[in-house]
């Protein structure tokens, strides 16, 4: 159990630096919901599942979906301007 | 240069703080031991207790009741500002399409986009609603429950487009979730008090351990939270997404004033 805990970690770690080092605002929303999943599976993995639960809705869902809209928000106001 | 000296300083600060922070670290008990008494204590007193078997729940719902209600009205408060902010700048028009950008081409969504996303909302609905009433028995909860609700909910987004997604999923019903719930938490926790009671006590039958009416108040409790944080979700990502709309005039209904 100890070596997939180990694993997840790595693999959280790997996916927050990609959302740091990814320059492409698109790219970084996507490597964020990334990061999300592998968080609620961590989770899951420590025997968390209802917070797996939540992180998955809020982590991988929800912010993603508001930077997304956010930054469409921003294409829109360009093209008109 | 700067960079250079971004690193010597970043080397200087570690080596300071590393005696400080390797005495922490060579402190903290072994990986995966439970050492909390606290946990050690409601697990040994609340199943007797209080009748139900998730003990975050019975935690989150009674034995710390009143710093959930702090985080439900922190939710309430979020959502309220949320939905003032965006739609004092864009007025409360309803109807339109999303804006399209010029020059970007349409892909319409094909049918087994459509159907699979009809039959995969549905589902996850209903698992929402499962969680949330099961919040008692196993893990999850009425917050687990409503967010998942409210991701079925965008869901049918992905699958119907935003026009007739905004026809489905109305603002009005959402709010009169919201504030619901928020209410009837406020009520389980003012009435003992109305009764002479200390507040939050729990004065409903406590039903049967591990059966679905377990936890007295809790089952009220897990209710208004399932509402409230199901309608404030949605009601955020409704909003949001409404930023994407495109305005039908110059100047709507609503604006400047």
């Known amino acids: 159990m100890i070596w997939l805990t180990g694993i997840m970690l790595v693999i959280a770690a790997a996916a927050g630096l990609l959302v740091v080092l990814s320059r492409n605002p698109k790219r970084q929303i996507f490597a964020l919901c990334a990061n999300g999943l592998v968080l609620s599976l961590l989770f899951f993995a420590l025997q968390a599942p209802d917070v797996a639960l939540s992180e998955i809705v809020v982590g991988a869902v929800v912010v993603p979906l508001l930077f997304l809209v956010a930054l469409a928000a921003v294409a829109v106001a360009r093209v008109r301007k | ?257």
């Open chain 2, 1 to 257: 240069m700067r960079i250079r000296f971004r690193a010597a300083a970043l080397a200087a600060s570690a080596a300071a703080l590393f005696p400080a922070a390797w005495a922490v670290i060579a402190a903290m008990p072994p990986f995966g031991e439970h050492v909390s008494p606290y946990g050690a204590a409601v697990n040994a007193v609340v199943p007797a207790a209080r009748h139900v078997s998730n003990m975050v729940a019975a935690v989150n719902f009674d034995l710390r009741g009143l710093d959930t209600l702090g985080e439900e009205s922190m939710l309430l408060c979020a959502v309220t500002g949320t939905v003032v902010l965006l739609r004092g700048a864009r007025g409360e028009g309803t109807s339109g399409s999303a804006v399209r950008l010029p020059g970007r081409a349409i892909a319409q969504r094909s049918d087994a986009t459509i159907l699979v996303c009809r039959f995969a909302a549905t589902l996850l609905f209903f698992f929402g609603v499962y969680v949330a009433l099961h919040g008692l028995v196993t893990p999850g909860g009425g917050f687990q429950g409503g967010v998942i609700i409210a991701s079925g909910l965008l869901l049918l987004y992905l699958g119907e487009g935003y026009a007739h997604w905004r026809s489905i999923v109305r603002g009005r019903i959402l709010s009169f979730l919201e504030g619901a719930g928020a209410l009837l938490f406020v009520l389980v926790g003012a009435i003992p008090l109305a009764l002479g009671k200390a507040a939050f006590r729990n004065i409903l039958p406590l039903g049967t351990l591990r059966d679905l009416y377990a936890g007295g108040t809790m089952v009220v409790v897990n209710a208004a939270v399932a509402c409230a944080v199901a309608g404030g979700f949605t009601l955020i990502l409704l909003e949001f997404m409404e930023e994407t709309r495109a305005p039908e005039t110059e100047r709507e209904p609503g604006e400047g004033g």
